[in-house]
């Protein structure tokens, strides 16, 4: 793999190479319902397992496979989970299995493992297929001495198998489970749903139609949360959430409304679940005829069903079910008789271990509140996260009356009434543009208004901002701009330090009292360069806040941004299709160039998620003997039975080692064992429609931005004005480890690197051995940060969760 492993830090250090699993025998199966990114999970287990020196088995069509024995439980190789990364479902299988219900039943399994000399296990399944495994385990020994005293299995073998080790994976599309901001499967059934909710919008527009879709979500709403949001839904009805009375003349109401102010459709989500405050079923048909019997309006029904749970796996759910198959395998090298069995979790962007039954038990009891119609604590339970999508759903979706708001005699009535009822709040893009922008305008102007402000918009940035390129912006002027890709408003890279005197200029003829910037590397420069700009100019001296929306992910204090999943997504996509240009051809190696000048971000995690066997980045070093031992890599890999190559480079990587350089190389180098192809994959990563989770991403973080300047403003309205030159009033909202955090943009100086443009330390960089040894690299893995069982009451589920 190319570079160096860079500095190696003692002490306290520890690596994936001192967790041997010689003489250990892994096996990995799926079971309840398929869901995306299963087959990574496994490839993940399969790998790694072998990577340390264990014997994988895959147990085919789930528990009922392990209960048959036989050919459903087959050793696997490395080459045997090639090209799984991209399919759907489970390659290995699951069923429905009742035997296993039964003592019995587990008694044939625990004798088919023990036949094998199997006594670590990886479950890919929901929470009853989790609890299955646990039961398992904890009658594991008495199981053991039934074979014995059957004379089945001998003395010898009860001592070498004495514990059984359980690990689980949650695979389920509805991320209904306690301890995990994301389960397997999620964010690939969301773009399912977005996907369909795009493709009917444009009918409905043409139409003028209602359209009525039901989601999955028998007992958690999720799903039908979550894709209101990312596509601006009129209502959305969610078990944990039932209407309270008259519901139906709102809904008539509100969609009456929206008719009355021209849109041409409205969209109504419904989780399969949904009910009423009475317990009644709340179904698509019954809305449906509501709406025709009251409003008259064309009304149609989309059920989407299973295919929610078909397709190809999302980047997020390939990198996600890697992450998590290479953690179950380390908590099983790692496991003592004492440890119980725990379940591999995602927490912001950590890889956490908890114990199985704490999130089974947590889970359960966010059913039982439902039960008991005790939604707010069922709310509460799902994890900060779901409460946060539901009130920013609440923010978005109540809309203030004109009566409502300030006209312009109240404003010069006084500044003094003018702190009770509403501010002048600018947004503006930044920088090159990004799939999610429009989503977080959204966003933003809509819980503006809510909050009493009048909102403007700055088209064309810094520069259409000296230009007084400012007009207010209204609720229904942001109407369907979820969806839309790019920067409706327009943005340019121009920085502000040539043209302060005109901004300040425009901030003063406009009254502009708190600036909300969203965009790139240049919007965190820009809002540098104003803060700084404060003692001369007094304009500046208002709250002003940044949210990160680059592809390329290379904002200093936030570990992700707005518009590098939609990217990611692109690479992927194009990489899949690539790879499958080349299945009739042997022994091709394609180079491939991404975008993020210096920042390796879209390359490393791209790379993967699409499975590749080279990564070359700026971060990490290389030379040319590096690039030799990967052709040399790549030429033991065209004589095993996986005789196809895929090589990403980020674009600016090396200034001499050009994509044109790489591909001659390896062409010659390769010569008569492969050929080579290169795409450069250039600025479609920037385009085309957001992916749900930088719809939603870019939903909540303006939100929470503006709510933060709403706060600032009533806190620095003082004498009849807002003025504030605290240095905390010019923050960048970012994402870090577990926790949305507004860092003073002054403070992050140190923490830039500003020729190259990118922060000087990058979170993903531990992704990178995880890549290589997926790979066939031997690397070093520094696992400091795994190897933790916590408790479910130490990381809230749910609690940070930066996806959708």
């Not at 500044?415 to 501010?423: I, L």
């Amino acid at each position: 793999m190319a570079g160096n492993a860079g500095p190696k830090r003692q002490d306290t250090r520890k690596f994936v190479e001192n967790l041997s699993g010689a003489g250990k025998c892994i096996a990995v199966l799926t079971s309840g319902g398929d869901a995306q990114g299963m087959n990574a999970a496994v490839r993940a287990v399969v790998r790694m397992g072998i990577y340390v020196g264990a014997k994988v088995y895959f147990i085919h069509e789930g528990y009922q496979g392990m209960v048959d024995g036989g050919d459903n439980i087959k050793e696997a190789t490395w080459e045997s989970v090639s090209s799984m990364l991209q399919v759907g479902g489970t390659v290995i299988g699951s069923a429905r299995c009742k035997e296993f219900r039964t003592h019995e039943g587990r008694l044939k399994a625990a004798h088919n493992l023990v036949q094998r000399g199997i006594t670590n296990l990886c479950v890919i399944g929901g929470d009853g297929s989790l609890t299955g495994a646990n039961l398992f385990r904890e009658e594991w020994s008495g199981l053991l001495n039934e074979l014995l005293e059957q004379g089945l299995i001998n003395e010898e073998a009860v001592s070498s198998n004495s514990v059984l080790h359980i690990v689980g994976m949650v695979g389920s599309i509805d991320n209904d489970f306690c301890g995990t901001d994301m389960t397997i499967g999620t964010d690939s059934a969301l773009h399912r749903i977005i996907e369909v909710v795009d493709a009917i919008m444009t009918t409905a527009q043409s139409h003028q139609r209602t359209f009525v879709l039901e989601v999955m979500g028998r007992h958690c709403g999720y799903l039908a949360l979550v894709s209101a949001l990312a596509c601006g839904a009129d209502w959305v009805f969610i078990p944990e959430m039932p209407p309270d009375d008259g519901w139906e003349d709102n809904m008539c109401q509100k969609l009456s409304e929206n008719r009355a102010d021209k849109k041409r459709l409205n969209i109504i989500i419904v989780a399969e679940g949904a009910i009423d405050s009475h317990n009644k079923a709340i179904t698509p048909d019954y809305i449906k005829d509501l709406v025709v019997r009251c409003l008259g309006f064309d009304t149609r029904v989309t059920i989407l069903g299973h295919v929610q749970r078909g397709g190809t796996p999302s980047a997020f759910d390939r990198i996600l079910a890697s992450r998590m198959g290479v953690e179950a395998v380390l908590a099983l090298l790692e496991a003592s008789t004492e440890t119980p069995a725990c379940v591999v979790s995602l927490v912001g962007n950590q890889a956490v271990r908890l114990p199985l039954m704490e999130c089974v038990q947590m889970t359960q009891e966010v059913q039982k509140a439902m039960d008991e119609k005790k939604f707010d604590e069922a709310v509460r339970l799902r994890g900060r996260s779901f409460e946060n999508n539901l009130s920013t759903y609440r923010l978005l979706s109540y809309r203030k009356l004109d009566s409502e708001l300030p006209n312009g005699e109240e404003e010069e009535a006084g500044d003094e009434e003018q702190c009770h009822s509403s501010f002048n709040v600018a947004v503006m893009n930044v920088g090159a543009p990004a799939a999610g922008m429009n989503a977080a305008v959204r966003s933003a102007v809509r819980v503006g208004i809510t909050e009493g402000h009048k909102m403007f918009a700055v088209n064309d940035g810094f520069e259409g901002f000296a230009k007084g390129q400012i007009k207010e912006i209204k609720w229904g002027d942001v109407g369907g701009w979820t969806g839309q890709g790019g920067s409706l408003l327009g943005t340019k890279r121009t920085l502000p330090a040539k043209h302060l005197a005109k901004i300040a200029e425009q901030m003063r003829i406009h009254n502009i009292n708190a600036l909300l910037v969203i965009g790139g590397f240049e919007a965190y420069v820009g809002l540098l360069e104003l803060s700084s700009a404060r003692d001369e100019y007094p304009e500046f001296c208002v709250p002003m806040v940044m949210v990160p929306a680059t592809v390329s992910n290379n904002i200093p204090g936030s570990d992700l941004s707005i518009g590098s999943d939609t990217a990611l997504n692109a690479i992927t996509d194009t990489c899949d299709r690539i790879k499958q240009s080349a299945s009739g051809t042997k022994r091709r190696v394609f180079i491939i160039e991404t975008m993020g000048g210096y920042c390796g971000y879209l390359a490393t995690v791209g790379g993967l998620a699409a499975g590749a066997d080279t990564v070359y980045i700026y971060e990490e070093t290389f030379d040319i003997r590096d690039l030799q031992a990967n052709v040399e890599h790549l030429t033991q890999k065209m004589k095993t039975s996986i005789q196809r190559g895929l090589v990403l480079r980020n674009e600016n990587c090396n200034e001499n080692f050009t994509t044109d350089f790489i591909y001659q190389l390896y062409s010659e180098e390769g010569r008569g064992v492969f050929d080579c192809r290169k795409n450069i994959l250039g600025h479609m990563q920037q385009g085309g429609a957001p992916s749900p989770f930088d719809r939603n991403f870019g939903t909540k973080v303006a939100a929470k931005a503006m709510q933060w300047i709403t706060r600032m403003l009533k806190e620095s309205y003082k004498g009849g004005k807002v003025f504030t030159n605290a240095e905390d009033t010019a923050c960048l909202l970012g994402m870090r480890r577990r926790a949305m955090v507004f860092q003073p943009v002054a403070q992050l100086r140190e923490e830039t690197d500003f020729e190259h443009r990118i922060p000087k330390e990058q979170w993903w960089l531990k992704l990178r051995p995880l890549m290589k040894i997926l790979a066939k690299y031997k690397t070093f893995y520094d696992v400091s940060d795994a190897g933790q069982l916590e408790h479910v009451t130490r990381v809230r589920p749910k609690d940070f969760q930066p996806s959708v």
